[in-house]
């Protein structure tokens, strides 16, 4: 398991030990683009899902709030997404970016989740406060740092299956306890910027309340192997 803690916009704190850590995937509201990422995605030798949207379990211990990934070659990237996080007091929801093994990618998308973590923002939102006006919230990604960063994702959550959607799938399937975080899929990335960059952030930004949450991490590559 992975401690993972919040700060809330009226100073308090909430603390969760997370004992359930679920990937969704291919989970666009509109199927008809889901379906046609799919193909495009079979093109590069990714598999399909059997149904969409999916939801893939990744071993709790990734979800982390670190602001290091270490990485094993040069094919990996983030995915900009929100985060639902059950607590004893409610459902939390903050901005995470989901860091891909694109190589194993190839040889089974559950696998390629529990390769590398899920990275989560250290500020998050309770969901009540910004239900009625979640498709408004932009989402964001950016590969690179300082004068080199560049926006690789641009959308709202408008784009994604909301997490009322996907409380409710919990509840079907009695997980919808304290403890379960929930990883929202991605959305698409701009044509013509490389993902597989030395850092990536996420912003989700509220234009109500003019509130930004943020997850940043640099990718560092580990040392070669011996044997």
């Not at 709790?60 to 094919?75: K, M, N």
């Not at 390629?112 to 990604?141: F, M, Q």
């Not at 690789?152 to 919990?170: E, F, K, M, N, R």
Request: net charge negative.
């Amino acid at each position: 398991m992975s401690t993972l803690r919040f700060t809330l916009p009226d100073g308090s704190a909430e603390t969760v030990e997370v004992t359930r850590l679920l990937n969704a995937g291919y989970a666009g509201r509109e199927q008809s683009e889901v379906q046609a990422h799919i193909a495009e995605l079979a093109e590069l030798g990714v598999p399909g899902p059997t149904t969409t949207p999916a939801l893939y379990p990744v071993s709790p211990y990734l979800a982390s709030q670190a602001t290091e990934v270490d990485v094993q070659h040069g094919r990996t990237s983030g995915e900009a997404e929100w985060a639902l996080v059950i607590t004893d007091s409610g459902v939390l929801l903050t901005v995470a970016c989901d860091h891909t093994d694109r190589a194993l990618e190839v040889h089974g998308v559950a696998w390629s989740k529990n390769a590398s973590p899920d990275v989560l923002g250290t500020r998050a939102w309770r969901l009540d406060d910004v239900r009625d006006h979640l498709d408004e919230i932009t989402l964001r990604g950016y590969v690179g740092s300082g004068d080199s960063r560049q926006l690789i994702q641009d959308s709202t959550l408008g784009a994604l299956l909301t997490p009322d959607y996907w409380l409710d799938v919990l509840a079907e399937r009695d997980l919808a306890t304290p403890g379960t975080v929930l990883i929202s899929g991605t959305v698409a990335m701009l044509p013509g910027v490389d993902q597989f960059a030395d850092s990536w952030s996420v912003e989700m930004h509220d234009p109500t309340t003019g509130d930004t949450l943020e997850a940043a991490y640099r990718v560092v590559p580990m040392p070669a192997p011996i044997g």
